[in-house]
């Protein structure tokens, strides 16, 4: 069987995220992402959530997920659905997340290469401002989710370290007082580029996002269980193995289009 791209783009977040949080959308923001707001719709009976946490890997890629669906297993069996999402072009990191979170093609919000820029364009954090709701990120310094959605009027947490991203992000669940909290986490993506994508190296960070996720569900299950909550694992695209052992991604090509979002629902107890 050939390969084939995916069908649902990552540009459906924004639109499907600000309509469950009660949010307005901006009027240039892809459609919903419709097996997403089916699963909403089933485990919210209002079919909106007053709080929502995503956790953005960078770098997991679709295949890995198929090759290694083992490593997988507490993570989908802590959500509901595992979709299979299609990137943008090109597929590096701050083109996908400004799509991700614009809800727009690249040459709409303007990021079309590996530069970290501003973003001037409407972002989902600019929504819920405008809705009076209270977004933070959450990254690592220097990383593009780190740059290209400052200059609004949130919290911005911004650490040396994935271990206190990840810290962070608990401290930040437990003081309960953000409607939409994004965590991002490079390091899988980091070794991958040095090391290639199913190196010893990488897997290991692979495993340590998957594991994080699974705490943070938990977590969150825990400190959020009077909310009506939507959770997920999104990264940003996907990598491939280049000559000299050493990962890559930012090509037109399956691999590095093709990633998988995990995304889970509670009502409120």
């Not at 959500?79 to 400004?98: E, I």
């Not at 979170?101 to 001037?120: A, D, F, N, Q, R």
């Not at 819920?128 to 310094?141: A, H, M, N, Q, R």
């Amino acid at each position: 069987m050939p390969d084939f791209y995916n069908s649902i783009p990552i540009t459906t977040t924004a639109r499907t995220i600000c309509e469950t949080i009660g949010a307005p959308c901006e009027d240039a923001f892809d459609k919903v992402n419709p097996v997403l707001k089916a699963l909403i719709n089933k485990k919210l009976p209002s079919g909106k959530a007053d709080r929502v946490v995503l956790y953005n890997p960078d770098a997991v890629a679709l295949w890995l997920y198929k090759k290694y669906t083992f490593l997988f297993t507490d993570a989908v069996l802590e959500s509901d659905v595992a979709l299979p999402m299609l990137s943008v072009m090109p597929s590096v990191t701050p083109v996908c997340f400004a799509s991700m979170y614009t809800g727009v093609m690249p040459e709409i919000h303007g990021i079309k290469s590996y530069t970290k820029p501003v973003l001037k364009t409407m972002t989902i954090f600019d929504m819920l401002i405008k809705g009076g709701k209270k977004p933070v990120i959450i990254s690592t310094e220097g990383d593009s989710i780190s740059k290209i959605f400052l200059e609004r009027d949130m919290d911005y947490f911004i650490y040396e370290t994935e271990e206190e991203v990840n810290k962070k992000a608990f401290e930040v669940i437990a003081e309960d007082k953000y409607d939409l909290v994004v965590i991002y986490n490079g390091n899988y993506d980091g070794t991958m580029h040095k090391f290639g994508p199913e190196s010893k190296e990488a897997m290991t960070e692979l495993k340590k996002n998957l594991e994080y996720y699974v705490e943070l569900v938990k977590y969150v299950k825990e400190k959020w269980a009077h909310h009506n909550v939507v959770y997920g694992f999104l990264p940003d695209h996907g990598c491939h193995e280049v000559d000299g052992d050493c990962g890559a991604h930012g090509l037109d090509m399956t691999d590095d289009m093709n990633i998988i979002h995990l995304y889970g629902a509670f009502s409120a107890k």
